[in-house]
């Protein structure tokens, strides 16, 4: 079955340690998107990425990192400089923005730092 | 700045009747805009998608409208249906070369009322 992973569904942290949030698609999408969702804030756009090996900072990217390796995979990491990391992270994908497609969203990462 | 606005935090409408759902923007870069509605814990499903080269876009019980003098979408929902009740997004896709994002709105939570 074709779709966006993400992984895992509830994650818990110490403050001040790093974390990685992973996402995959086999969906063979060009573009890879991140965005994190607090009460009252909608979607929010941290990173994002057209082509492998290039990626763009969003609305919020201070305090976040990622990489894009592979054209299926675009990992986010939360680390220790981001003020606010608790929060529900979506990962979401789409066709190059060209061909006037929907993205696909997964199913999200619940993030609780401690 | 917000880009896309939805200024309705909540709408509630008695089952039956028609849901109209708005959202404003500002960027006339933006040439893409869609609907996703989204549960707790979950990640958005994608509902319905127009061009900016239309003015309407109909898939079954739900509609898109676009003015793009005002800058204006709406989603109408007709008739409302139990299962309608959830936070339903705006979002908004402008196309260029380096840029390819995907801005959505806060959302609006629609109740259907028995």
């Known amino acids: 079955d074709g779709g966006i992973t993400q992984s895992p569904k509830y994650l818990f942290r110490k403050e001040g340690q790093n974390v990685t949030l992973s996402c995959e698609q086999n969906?063979?999408?060009?573009?890879m998107y991140w965005y994190r969702q607090d009460p009252g804030q909608g979607l929010r756009l941290i990173y994002y990425?057209?082509?492998?090996?290039?990626?763009q900072k969003g609305d919020i990217a201070e305090g976040y990192s990622v990489s894009r390796e592979k054209k299926e995979s675009f990992p986010l990491t939360v680390t220790s400089a981001q003020k606010n990391p608790t929060a529900f992270y979506l990962c979401?994908?789409?066709?190059?923005?060209?061909?006037?497609?929907?993205?696909?969203f997964g199913q999200g990462t619940r993030l609780t730092v401690v | 700045d917000q880009q896309v606005k939805q200024n309705s935090p909540s709408l509630s409408v008695q089952e039956g009747r028609i849901s109209i759902l708005n959202c404003d923007y500002t960027n006339s870069m933006f040439d893409y805009f869609l609907w996703y509605k989204k549960y707790p814990a979950e990640g958005p499903t994608f509902l319905i998608s127009?061009?900016?080269?239309?003015d309407k876009n109909e898939d079954g019980r739900f509609t898109v409208f676009l003015n793009k003098s005002a800058k204006h979408l709406s989603l109408h929902i007709v008739p409302s249906q139990p299962g309608d009740s959830a936070v339903y997004f705006c979002?908004?896709?402008?196309?260029?070369?380096?840029?390819?994002?995907?801005?959505f709105g806060k959302g609006t939570r629609l109740h259907i009322l028995p």
């Open positions: 990425s057209q082509i492998v090996n290039d990626f």
């Open positions: 969906l063979n999408h060009d573009a």
């Open positions: 979401a994908s789409s066709w190059s923005a060209s061909m006037n497609t929907e993205a696909f």
């Open positions: 979002a908004a896709r402008a196309w260029s070369n380096r840029d390819d994002k995907i801005i």
């Open positions: 127009i061009s900016s080269i239309k």
